[in-house]
């Protein structure tokens, strides 16, 4: 896997396809490699280049020792689109991948030639406010939960209830969930919080936000909240599926997606 050097430290990345560029933003504690297993075979279909990455504290991406910020994580995409000379360019992002994907085309909009964002918000409500203080309180106090039960947790938090219905579908994502390990090192202190709506107004790039009708962690409301600040932006909101949505409802999901690049 190749390299590239942005904002001080070494990020892994992918470049896959033929065509014009998308650039694929993943979201907390995953690799980039989990849009290959839907969002990058349809793009490439669709005829356009992917390039996926790892943020940093993901491996093989560099892990500085800390706590990060969002600002962090914008500077080394930024870092990234400049190296690879892919500006302005498609984004794709989901959940604190959008946020990233936000930031940018509000600071950098000559880098954003169009956005979808998914699993999106723009600020926290009271109770995504209380998750995340009791997360935030429990890597305080370093208390590290037990795999199964970061599992357990995990799926809840993440799955629609039509999936949490399947039991053969539940066999393998607490799985994969216990496997992964829950944890995300400095990327697990950034704050997503803080009402960035203002700011969205700002944005001059064309945007979709594709929102997950059972997302806890981005629920419907908040992502309309998103669409509504940008001046050009449409909202899909698919349904029967949680804050994994493009796992879990990829056909949909990967129709919205390109649907909206192919007119950009």
Not at 30 to 38: E, K, L, N, P, Y
Not at 133 to 138: E, I, K, N, S
């Amino acid at each position: 896997m190749p390299f590239v050097d942005s904002n001080g430290i070494r990020l892994a990345y992918q470049r896959t396809g033929h065509g014009e560029s998308v650039l694929l933003i993943m979201g907390s504690g995953a690799s980039g490699r989990v849009w290959t297993m839907h969002q990058t075979p349809a793009l490439h279909k669709a005829g356009y280049q992917t390039i996926t990455f790892d943020n940093r504290g993901i491996s093989p991406s560099d892990a500085p020792p800390g706590k990060y910020a969002l600002a962090d994580l914008v500077a080394d995409t930024k870092g990234l689109i400049e190296a690879l000379d892919l500006g302005p360019v498609r984004i794709v992002g989901t959940s604190l991948g959008s946020l990233i994907a936000q930031e940018l085309a509000v600071h950098h909009p000559h880098l954003v030639r169009c956005a979808v964002l998914l699993a999106t918000r723009s600020r926290s409500d009271a109770t995504r406010r209380a998750q995340a203080r009791a997360d935030l309180a429990l890597l305080e106090a370093g208390i590290r939960l037990p795999p199964a039960y970061n599992a357990a947790k995990q799926v809840l938090e993440m799955l629609s209830p039509a999936t949490l219905s399947d039991d053969t579908a539940m066999s393998s994502w607490l799985e994969l969930f216990e496997l992964s390990g829950g944890g995300s090192g400095g990327q697990a202190w950034i704050d997503t919080g803080t009402d960035r709506r203002e700011a969205l107004r700002r944005i001059t790039a064309p945007c979709r936000v594709i929102a997950f009708a059972d997302d806890l962690v981005a629920p419907p409301h908040l992502a309309l909240e998103v669409a509504d600040s940008i001046p050009d932006c449409d909202y899909v909101e698919i349904q029967d599926c949680g804050h994994l949505g493009n796992l879990e409802r990829p056909g949909e999901v990967n129709a919205a997606i390109t649907e909206f690049l192919d007119k950009y």
